[in-house]
């Protein structure tokens, strides 16, 4: 006699997740596991998670997909739905990590840096800080993707 009823304990548990951006459709696809930085710190996300609704910081986002690899997005600014099994990221700008042109974010980060220096006479300084992390974050994600290979 064959039991036609499966294993639920043998399935792999995973989540949805989307990352979408005012323009497109970013990501869209089952993981395993969802690393993000929310505006009061990093937080890891899998299958069952409590609902929330934060903003998320401009960060990278690690998503592990459903081979095990870990894979990089840049992300700038946003809002982040989690659901238990699903995660849905509404962001201003997102970028593979394996797309960012790595000496544009370090030419964009001189810049911020210079602009935060001038900031005090010209009163731009959350405008300057605001490119100067975003630039870093890019700048981390490259860093991030070589040290993976």
Partial sequence: MTNNVSDASSEVKKLHLRIVSAEKKIFS??????????IDGGFGIRPGHSPLLTLIASSNLVYVDLNGNKNIVNLYGGVLEIQPHSVTILVDTALRAEDIDESKALEAKELAEKKLVNAAKDRDYSTALSELSRALSQIKAVDLVKNRR
């Fill in 29 to 38: 696809d089952d993981v395993l596991e969802v690393i993000v930085n929310g």
